[in-house]
């Protein structure tokens, strides 16, 4: 029941005993007054609760990148060149070549604050509800998702590729609709999409990341003809694979296979969120916050793959 709605039955309760007894009243002031005083107040903080962002644990962070760099350059080299068995006293030894090329990722800055104003300072202090926890732990929750998602899929308006639709990580076309499929299609699949990499003989899958909906159909339908379920089964045929839910993936409903290193992939984060000094704005406070990042960098783009569309 809402506040609004208790008022409006007070004011009816008080407005017919008050009456009854001869007298008048101001219900519109005395049910407010009274619903204040039967409403009990909580002093803990609920929140609707959102989906943990995953992109921030699990791409590695570079260590040199600072909260100063208004850029961020990383290289790749290419080795060049093959060993040959000498003959004795032999002066034909090949030497290899090294070559390089530089990318540059630029520094972007994420703000959002939060802060109150006089009468809410004041209501906090009367009701003892601490506002600066709610205010705080929600906007750092708030960069936070930002931050995840500039990882995962980038920003179109300053173009910034994400992880998730980096152009040139492999596409599996896979037979998808898992809702509806048995586990056996579901299994080649996800085999699928793991060999995209492992078939490469360069890179080893080491974690195999889910959208929420895949990850129960997943953990839940079994392979006909066996009690293992698609989940069970594909963490003992791929053993040296982590097999985990991946939220951020819910929209593309897509699946990913990645081996997952600093070599690889990482990404320049170097202020996940940060409170400058609270500021007056007359008589209110506001407290900005900050967030910088470069984005992911993809150093090795076939060290990971993506399913079309599964659920």
Request: with cysteine.
């Amino acid at each position: 029941m809402s506040k609004l709605e208790i008022t409006q039955i007070m004011q009816a309760y008080c407005a017919g005993t008050l009456r009854a007894n001869g007298q008048q009243v101001n219900v519109d002031e005395q049910g407010i007054i009274f619903a204040d005083d039967v409403i009990a107040v909580s002093k803990k903080i609920y929140e609707k609760k959102m989906p943990v962002p995953q992109a921030l644990t699990l791409f590695p962070q570079e260590p040199d990148v600072t909260d100063a760099d208004e850029w961020f350059e990383y290289r790749m080299y290419d080795a060049q060149g093959m060993a040959k068995i000498m003959a004795a006293y032999g002066t034909d030894m090949p030497m290899m070549t090294v070559k390089g090329e530089a990318f540059i990722a630029k520094m972007y800055t994420v703000g959002l604050g939060y802060g109150w104003t006089y009468k809410e300072m004041l209501q906090s202090a009367k009701k003892g509800i601490p506002l600066k926890q709610i205010e705080g732990t929600s906007c750092r929750k708030i960069h936070e998702r930002t931050i995840s998602n500039i990882l995962w899929k980038g920003n179109d308006e300053y173009k910034i590729v994400g992880f998730s639709n980096h152009p040139n990580i492999p596409e599996v076309a896979v037979a998808g609709g898992w809702g509806s499929a048995d586990g056996d299609a579901i299994v080649e699949d996800a085999a699928a999409v793991i060999s995209a990499v492992n078939g490469t003989s360069i890179f080893d899958v080491s974690k195999f990341q889910m959208p929420s909906k895949a990850w129960t159909i997943a953990q839940s339908k079994r392979l006909s003809g066996t009690s293992d379920t698609v989940l069970s089964f594909l963490k003992k045929s791929f053993p040296e694979v982590t097999f985990s839910k991946n939220p951020d993936l819910d929209a593309d409903g897509v699946c990913m296979a990645i081996d997952m290193n600093e070599e690889n992939f990482s990404q320049a984060t170097p202020v996940l969120f940060r409170q400058l000094a609270p500021q007056p704005k007359g008589i209110d406070i506001s407290v900005p916050c900050i967030s910088m990042t470069c984005g992911v960098i993809v150093r090795q783009p076939l060290a990971a793959s993506k399913s079309t569309k599964v659920v």
